[in-house]
């Protein structure tokens, strides 16, 4: 059976409530009636209320951009999964490129964070992808089993269930570079290949591993004619309603 392909929306740190509400004011009508794929907006935690009120009833689900692995403390601003879903999100990205580069996440705090998720029945999308040096060192597929590597770890096939990875090479985000069709690809069958490891065959045959890096309307569609593409996570060409759109048209 095909994989039901992943739209999902990464709106990083811009939108605040009312300009959230704008979005789907305009968003919805454009994707009404449009199941064929599964569609995800994932906007700041402050907008997560306005966007769940606003999407109610339609097929967009909302997801936060990163979580916490405990389930409450002294964290003094962060948030758990537990409060995620009591909101209504049902997925959450976890180890996004910028979280590594500005945060300083590791492979193991992304394995804490997708274990909370998945315990909270979250729909996890755990991003991977190697930097320019890396690629240019002939590094990446290095780079890849080791994050899927740590990523997965002491997690059974079982509690994956809902597991979501996106490939992300890091030199395409927000550059307005993409990776062709093939070389996201041959990336998506090594994270794939981890994921036979870690999880079984049947496990990695249904895995969805979406492309992420510069998705705009117009390279859309050839990514998504790719077998080994199952969607995009989208960054700025997500924050314009006609444009998001287009990509869900693909
Ligand atoms: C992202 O933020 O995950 C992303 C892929 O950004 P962009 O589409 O802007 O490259």
């Known amino acids: 059976m095909p994989r039901k392909k992943v739209l999902a929306a990464n709106w990083k740190m811009y939108k605040n409530p009312s300009q959230t509400r704008d979005f789907f004011r305009d968003f919805l009508p454009l994707i009404s009636g449009n199941d064929r794929d599964e569609i995800v907006v994932c906007p700041p935690y ?116 809902k597991l979501i990875v996106a490939y992300e090479p890091v030199w395409a985000i927000g550059t307005g570079k993409t990776a062709t069709p093939q070389l996201a690809s041959q990336a998506h069958l090594v994270v794939r290949g981890e994921a036979a490891k870690a999880f079984g065959k049947e496990f990695a045959d249904n895995l969805r591993i979406l492309y992420g890096g510069s998705v705009k309307p117009e390279n859309a569609k050839s990514l998504m004619a790719e077998e080994e593409i199952d969607g995009a996570l989208v960054g700025g060409a997500s924050l314009d309603p006609k444009s998001f759109a287009a990509i869900v048209k693909y």
């Open 46 to 161: 402050v907008d997560l209320p306005t966007a769940i009120e606003t999407a109610k009833g339609s097929n967009v689900a909302i997801g936060a951009q990163n979580l916490h692995w405990e389930k409450e403390g002294a964290f003094t601003g962060e948030i758990s999964a537990a409060m995620l879903l009591d909101v209504g999100c049902t997925h959450v990205i976890i180890g996004h490129s910028e979280r590594r580069q500005h945060f300083g996440e590791s492979d193991d705090v992304g394995n804490v964070k997708l274990k909370a998720a998945l315990e909270a029945g979250l729909t996890p999308i755990v991003c991977v992808g190697e930097v320019l040096e890396e690629r240019e060192a002939g590094l990446t597929e290095d780079v890849l089993r080791r994050q899927c590597t740590r990523a997965f770890y002491s997690i059974s096939a079982r509690k994956a269930g």
